[in-house]
């Protein structure tokens, strides 16, 4: 019953102006989107520009298309957020939550969150050839037939014209991407750990499993003493990813012999609760992307900011909403980020502030500026590695640009797939569970924050840069000289603890 009904709000989708412009723009789900930007006015008096004294509370954010006033709707309905939601079946109605708990909801709800039920992660079967290919335009029609056959093998099983599909580079440059992690890792281990404590590996979010059993084949079959002292820990949050893991444990002989070497932990790690006092490795690829953002818009004269919050009515329609009551989470990013953060950085104010304000006093003009999105949760992250791994190093690698995102600063690529086509749309307020609400990561900011709040020392470079020390790079170059693995992710970094 849900897919007809999401089938249908997928048809309406296509069939409206802006979509139907756009619904072409990649037939392979790359996680990148296209979004125009919206307009913001204040209750139902569009246009009006509010001083100090006149300034409320509460201000709603207003479109063109739907310009309801919830107000009451806002005032009554009760406030709830991703924990309180996680033992729900159905999507919530009536109610409201700050932004980043939306978010969270609709990525990781272990009963409809996208992770947890919608998305399907790419398996391209044998490795490429990459010595064999003529050259990367070769390679992208290879890897193109190699999707519409995998997923016709899915649809053979079970017909879905809106299975969420997507692919990673460990899966695309298998096992190198893997290799060039665990030279990284054993090189580190043996400089500054071995021979006092095992190597103890974990991963966050590890998708197919395919990092881990490349890492592992790696080390045992190049130093086989310290894979008999190597710990591998994966901490999962998706049930059915956790189950496929395991899986691919007893897939073979070979992947059967790391039983023994790995331990699944089926959790969110916002709610891990054991110390871990010896030195570990914690990887994190393509994971900071999907945590959980606050939207936070600022007034242009005052520049007091205004947080976002989220209104489900009794329809399951979506309204935002701004208030000046900064919760302590959002308020402990902003002050951290000011403390912290040693070069400017863009976000709404960094302007000239007598432009701006001359340009807010224009008529119809908004009352606040555009969002930004705060990496809140990735700050927990930080503190949670700080409060329970205090001597970990983190490996960590994620996109610092995407092309297409929606209005705002540090804003997210909001899409979904509909008959094997990506489809963006305009906002991260959708259906939750089958949109991929993806941010970039300010790797600037996040470095700073980082640092701030673990006391550690880090490097960031290019993606490009890591795969060229740490890869075979041969071994991905194709006939022509190119190297798919090396340009595929050109806005992509890698961000290294230092020891």
């Known amino acids: 019953m849900d897919s007809m009904l999401v089938a249908s709000v997928f048809r309406r989708l296509l069939s409206h102006r802006t979509c139907s412009r756009r619904r072409f723009y990649k037939t392979l789900p790359i996680r990148i989107a296209f979004a125009p930007a919206r307009t913001y006015q204040k209750g139902s008096d569009r ?22 006033d919830k107000a009451q709707e806002f005032a009554k309905y009760p406030m709830v957020n991703a924990n309180i939601l996680r033992p729900r079946q159905d999507r919530p109605k009536r109610v409201k939550m700050l932004t980043r708990d939306f978010v969270e909801d609709s990525l990781y709800n272990p009963n409809y969150g996208y992770f947890s039920k919608q998305a399907v992660i790419f398996n391209p079967g044998e490795p490429f050839e990459f010595n064999r290919i003529r050259d990367e335009l070769d390679f992208q029609k290879i890897l193109g037939q190699r999707y519409t056959q995998f997923e016709d093998k899915l649809d053979d099983k079970d017909f879905n014209e809106t299975r969420q599909l997507w692919h990673t580079p460990t899966e695309l440059f298998r096992p190198y991407y893997g290799e060039a992690m665990a030279r990284y890792l054993v090189t580190n281990y043996m400089l500054a750990h071995h021979p006092f404590t095992d190597l103890t590996i974990y991963e966050l979010g590890a998708g197919n499993g395919t990092l881990m059993l490349n890492i592992l084949d790696y080390i045992r079959d190049v130093y086989p003493d310290v894979y008999e002292r190597t710990k591998y820990r994966i901490i999962e949050i998706s049930s059915a990813l956790a189950a496929l893991q395991s899986s691919q444990l007893t897939a073979s002989a070979a992947s059967r012999g790391h039983a023994s070497h790995v331990e699944i ?3 969110s790690i916002f709610t891990w609760d054991i110390y871990v006092g010896a030195p570990c490795y914690f990887i994190a690829l393509e994971v900071f992307d999907n945590f959980a953002h606050d939207a936070i818009r600022y007034d242009p004269f005052t520049e007091q900011p205004h947080q976002g919050m989220v209104l489900i009515d009794n329809e399951g329609e979506f309204y935002e909403f701004y208030t000046k009551d900064i919760d302590p989470v959002a308020d402990r990013f902003l002050r951290v980020r000011h403390a912290a953060c040693s070069k400017p950085f863009k976000h709404p104010l960094s302007g000239n502030r007598l432009v701006r304000n001359l340009r807010s006093r224009l008529p119809f003009a908004p009352n606040l500026t555009v969002p930004e999105y705060i990496p809140t949760r990735l700050m927990q992250f930080f503190e949670t590695l700080r409060d329970y791994f205090p001597q970990h190093q983190l490996i960590t690698s994620d996109f610092n640009e995407l092309p297409g995102r929606v209005a705002g600063y540090s804003s997210p690529a909001v899409q979904t797939r509909y008959q094997r086509r990506t489809v963006p749309v305009t906002t991260p307020f959708v259906q939750q569970g089958y949109f991929d609400i993806i941010f970039p990561v300010d790797f600037q900011v996040m470095e700073d924050i980082y ?13 490009k840069e890591f795969l060229q020390r740490w890869a075979y790079v041969e071994e991905t170059r194709t006939i022509s000289g190119e190297n798919p693995m090396l340009s595929w992710y050109q806005n992509a970094s890698t961000m290294l603890g230092v020891t």
């Open 47 to 68: 246009g009006n520009r509010p001083t100090t004294s006149q300034a409320t509370d509460i201000w709603q954010q207003r479109s063109d298309l739907m310009p309801l």
């Open 451 to 463: 640092r701030a709040i673990t006391g550690k020392l880090t490097r960031v470079m290019s993606h």
């Open 265 to 267: 932990i089926n959790k």
